[in-house]
């Protein structure tokens, strides 16, 4: 079983800067690739940030020049570095990681979900 839990949310004001972290435990062989969501009120949950094992990087539009995505020395480990925060940046954040491991038919890759950080930025 594996377990992802995010932290480093909370409530800045605009222009402000947060560091989220997300990290991984359990039976894992290999991570594929890892990734940030977020979910405002009344929205979809949207793409953030993404980086793969290749450490090849994608941003969405709304982010690009002010978030960082990077793995951490762990390798289950990934961080989200958040700066000049909007008030349009306010939402839950997810990590996701695509993980190798035990499956209930074997082995394989599936996807986890932390359980969420609120980051909110004030105006």
Not at 34 to 57: C, D, F, H
């Amino acid at each position: 079983q594996v377990q992802v839990v995010e932290s480093g949310g909370g409530l800045v004001q605009r222009g402000g800067s947060l560091r989220l972290s997300c990290a991984a435990s359990g039976t894992i062989f290999g991570i594929n690739s890892m990734g940030w969501y977020r979910q405002a009120p009344g929205k979809q949950r949207e793409l953030v940030a993404e980086i793969n094992s290749g450490s090849n990087t994608h941003y969405a539009d709304s982010v690009q020049g002010r978030f960082t995505i990077a793995r951490g020395n762990a390798k289950n480990t990934v961080y989200l570095q958040m700066n000049s925060l909007k008030p349009e940046d306010t939402a839950v954040y997810y990590c996701d990681q695509d993980i190798e491991g035990p499956t209930s038919t074997g082995w394989g890759p599936l996807r986890y979900w932390g359980q969420g950080t609120q980051v909110t930025v004030s105006s």
